[in-house]
């Protein structure tokens, strides 16, 4: 880009997004723009719409109002398969697994990029291997998914969505199951691929974590309200403190900032 040239449309853009769910309003007039190449965390106390709000982000259902872009076009305006070529869901429930391999559960990732009567090809199962390898599981790719620990089905979802090669990757709870290193290098990894040009939504419940790894945020407060904008500004004791119902002290920890509460 050279200068004068326009600015790329943002990966993801919600104008005026209004959410309704359960008899209520979770949240009125949003708005955000995320570009590629950032990390977006979404807070909020239980029940307060963080879900929902990924849901909506994705296109699986329609805001109560407003806008919503994926890099620049409305999801009506794309086919359900040029879409999921786009943007990837992480549940934070995972469907009910039946017996398969570890591998061929990768390998769904790669559906959106087969034809619709095609079989996987040694490109897609060098992807799927790769995408394993990068949650360090390729060591059980011919493991039967039923076999597993819930880490490692959770790093399995994980790996299917990495194989899914999307440019916007949205995340709701990618560190449930997951002792505490694995925490890390998931949020590590989703952290570099956002370096490499993709971009990230994730739901977390660890306020320390989404302050060390967000370069925006949303907190939602279980009553309407919510705010967005950069991490280190929507990230305030007096704000968190008010949508999670408890004080919480400020510090700082090898220039990070860590939440403690009173």
């Given at each position: ?32 723009r995320l570009q590629a190449g950032e990390c977006l965390a979404v807070l909020g106390p239980n029940g307060s719409g963080k879900t929902t709000l990924l849901h909506t982000l994705a296109g699986l259902r329609d805001p109560g109002a407003g806008l919503i872009r994926l890099q620049g076009c409305g999801y009506r305006e794309r086919s359900p ?182």
């Open positions: 880009m050279t200068p004068g040239d326009p600015k790329p449309a943002p990966l993801l853009e919600a104008e005026a997004l209004a959410l309704f769910a359960g008899g209520r309003w979770l949240c009125t007039d949003l708005a955000l398969r040029a879409t999921a070529r786009l943007r990837a869901l992480l549940p934070q429930i995972q469907p009910e697994q039946f017996s398969c391999s570890v591998i061929e559960a990768a390998l769904v990732g790669r559906h959106p990029h087969v034809g619709r009567w095609a079989w996987e090809g040694r490109a897609d199962i060098d992807i799927a291997h790769a995408a394993l390898a990068r949650v360090g599981i390729d060591r059980l790719a011919h493991r039967d998914v039923l076999s597993l620990s819930g880490g490692e089905r959770q790093r399995v979802a994980i790996a299917a969505l990495l194989a899914q090669q999307p440019a916007l990757y949205l995340l709701d709870e990618p560190l449930n199951h997951l002792d505490l290193r694995f925490q890390i290098q998931i949020l590590e990894l989703f952290r570099a691929l956002a370096r490499d040009g993709a971009g990230v939504v994730m739901v977390l419940h660890d306020i320390n974590l989404a302050a060390r790894f967000a370069d925006q945020a949303i907190l939602l407060d279980g009553r309407g309200g919510v705010l967005a904008g950069l991490a280190r500004e929507v990230l305030q004791p007096g704000r968190l403190a008010d949508a999670f119902g408890h004080p919480l002290i400020r510090a700082e920890v090898d220039g990070h900032a860590v939440f403690v509460p009173r």
